[in-house]
């Protein structure tokens, strides 16, 4: 079955630790994005990235960083420097031309201890 | 950017109830999404439209282009249509990339 995969489903993060969520889609999509998600907000795009090797700052970077070494796989990594770390967040994938549909993946839940 | 209203911010409705959920947006646009949001989390792209009207089951989206405003209507509403209903138009300029609204709370009750 093609799909979008997270992992893990809930995270917790200690004080001046880096954590690192992982996304793995196999639709053989060329973009994938990270979303934050704030209890009461819409989600709001982290990173981006369209090619394997590139990848662009969304609205809310600050504190993240992310890695497109693989088509498949777009890991995000919250560092020390995200002050507020505490949300849901979604990674989702789409092809660059032809359908627009995003496809969202099952979401981690992060919580700081 | 795009600037998303969307209303109302939550709505509880008996079931078989006919259900709409309004977004408007500030800026232009080629097309919109409408999600639906699960208690868990996880979101499922229910629609993308450009024009006119699209009908999937007992869900109906609709969108005018000139107004700035869509539309997503739920027939014969059921308690399992209850989720968090969100609009992503695009961002100005960007197709793919969305902006997103802060979602419609449904409640059907049985």
């Known amino acids: 079955d093609g799909g979008i995969t997270q992992s893990p489903k809930y995270l917790f993060r200690k004080e001046g630790q880096n954590v690192t969520l992982s996304c793995e889609q196999n639709?053989?999509?060329?973009?994938m994005y990270w979303y934050r998600q704030d209890p009461g907000q819409g989600l709001r795009l982290i990173y981006y990235?369209?090619?394997?090797?590139?990848?662009q700052k969304g609205d809310i970077a600050e504190g993240y960083s992310v890695s497109r070494e693989k088509k498949e796989s777009f890991p995000l990594t919250v560092t020390s420097a995200q002050k507020n770390p505490t949300a849901f967040y979604l990674c989702a994938s789409s092809f660059l031309f032809g359908e627009e549909t995003q496809y969202f993946g099952p979401g981690t839940r992060l919580l700081v201890l | 950017k795009n600037e998303v209203e969307q209303s109302p911010q939550n709505l509880t409705a008996q079931e078989g109830e006919f259900i709409t959920i309004n977004c408007s947006y500030s800026?232009?646009?080629?097309?919109l999404h409408w999600l639906q949001q699960h208690p868990g989390g996880g979101i499922v792209s229910l629609f993308m439209?450009?024009?006119g009207k699209k009908k999937h089951g007992r869900l109906i989206a609709t969108i005018n282009i000139q107004e700035k405003h869509s539309s997503l209507h739920i027939t014969a509403s059921h308690p399992r249509d209850s989720a968090v209903y969100i609009c992503?138009?695009?961002?100005?300029?960007?197709?793919?990339?969305?902006?997103f609204g802060s979602g419609t709370q449904l409640t059907v009750l049985p």
């Open positions: 990235s369209q090619i394997v090797n590139d990848f």
């Open positions: 639709l053989n999509h060329d973009a």
């Open positions: 439209l450009s024009s």
């Open positions: 992503a138009p695009p961002i100005s300029g960007s197709a793919r990339q969305l902006t």
């Open positions: 800026v232009g646009i080629s097309a």
